[in-house]
Nanobody, 118 residues
Framework: QVQLVESGGGQVQPGGSLKLSCAAS????????MGWFRQAPGQTRDMVAV???????NYADTVRGRFTISRDNARNTVYLQMTKLRPEDTGVYYC????????????WGQGTQVTVSS
C-alpha cells in the first residue's frame, strides 16, 4: 500500500520559517521524482518545488531563493524548508511522487495546512 504522509504544517508569522516533511512508503523512493504543490481556497493546485532522482531541483518563481527542497533516500523522506514566509504562501501543501519506472505511477499525500499571518 502506497502512503505519502506530510507533517510540519502550522501557523507562522510573516518573515518566519517552517519545515515540511513527507514520508513515503510502498514505492521505490529513489526511483521517483518528488514534488511539493500548494492550493489556496478557490485556487488551482500549483507546483512549488520538484526534486529529481539525481538531486536536480526546480522552483516556482514566487518561492525561488526562499524555499529549499531536499530528499533523504535512506529515510524515504522529502523536505521543504520555507523561509521568509509571506501571507500569500498560505495554503494546503501536498506531497507528490512521480515514478521514473516503466509504470509511471503518481501518488498524492493528504496535504498539510500552512498559514502565514500575524
Amino acid at each position: 500500500q502506497v502512503q505519502l504522509v506530510e507533517s510540519g504544517g502550522g501557523q507562522v508569522q510573516p518573515g518566519g520559517s517552517l519545515k515540511l516533511s513527507c514520508a513515503a512508503s510502498g514505492i521505490n523512493f529513489s526511483r521517483n521524482y518528488m514534488g511539493w504543490f500548494r492550493q489556496a481556497p478557490g485556487q488551482t493546485r500549483d507546483m512549488v518545488a520538484v526534486i529529481a532522482t539525481f538531486g536536480g531541483t526546480n522552483y516556482a518563481d514566487t518561492v525561488r531563493g526562499r524555499f529549499t527542497i531536499s530528499r533523504d533516500n535512506a529515510r524515504n523522506t522529502v523536505y521543504l524548508q520555507m523561509t521568509k514566509l509571506r501571507p500569500e504562501d498560505t495554503g494546503v501543501y501536498y506531497c507528490k511522487s512521480m515514478s521514473m519506472e516503466r509504470d509511471r505511477r503518481e501518488y498524492w499525500g493528504q496535504g498539510t495546512q500552512v498559514t502565514v499571518s500575524s
